[in-house]
């Protein structure tokens, strides 16, 4: 409940459109910069409601291309978001559904449904194997939303290459590739790859490139995630085998003890 992470993705010889230059950047480096922090006082036995913000830089030039939050309330065990708790994406209430943030504990080697914060909707994200990320274990998982149609956006016809004066109303459509590497005893990400575009379209015609690359976890990100993951490896097993027995150990010596107790007292009550 009082989870609070920070993360970072990275992309070499990224493009990108600058709306305040009006003009493509190309050959870019950027990172997305994302925090998680729990709302412990929302967050109940069943359900942890995280809120997290995204802050994307072109780190050379230090510009800020875009900025998005989301609020999501998701079941602690299976990780898959839930109706609650003012559930929002960039402020605007937004019932969320599928994994949220992490997978399951003791995730499975099956698809799954993933939620996706820009098209607002769950896409089927697919188990592609098994491989060894710096010496752990992990599931690979692969997600594809073909392009779709995010939002409009009025642009210039001479930026756009199109003949005349004035604006244009373009289609924002967006596609990506999403690969989680998932360490299957915790649910947890350990490394994560988008390869992602953005365009603007005319007629659906792609006239401009907002946005294009492929954002992939820094190494400092990927060891903070190992080293949690081990935490989880030697605490969840415990939790799902040892502590059960010890907790029926103790029911039944519990049980045993009542019934003791009251052949006791049915005894007493004969000699009263």
Known sequence: MDQYSETVNRGEDVTYFSAEELEQIEGATVEAYTTVRGDVAASDDDIVVWDQFTWVEDIE?????????????HDRVTGEAVDCCDAAVNEEAEVQSGQAFKFPFFTEQKDYEFYDTTVRESHPIEFAG????????????????????????????????????????????????????????????????????????????????????????????????????????????????????????????????????ALSARGADRRG
């Open 130 to 261: 098994e491989e060894e990320i710096e010496g752990v274990d992990t599931y690979k998982f692969v997600q594809e939303i073909e392009p779709t149609k995010t939002g409009e956006r009025e642009l210039p016809r001479s930026l756009l290459g199109m003949d005349g004066d004035g604006d244009v109303v373009t289609d924002e459509m967006y596609s990506v590739t999403r690969t989680y590497w998932i360490e299957p005893v915790s649910g947890a990400p350990i490394m994560l790859s988008e390869d992602q575009h953005r365009g603007a379209f005319v007629d659906g015609e792609e006239k401009l490139v907002l946005f294009d690359g492929d954002m992939r976890f820094t190494d400092e990100t990927v060891d903070a995630n190992i080293e949690n993951a081990q935490q989880a490896l030697t605490a969840l097993p415990l939790l799902r085998t040892t502590v059960p027995l010890v907790l029926t150990g103790v029911g039944a010596g519990l049980i045993i003890l009542g019934a003791l107790l």
């Open 61 to 73: 030039r230090d510009f800020a291309i875009l900025s998005s939050s989301r609020r999501t309330p």
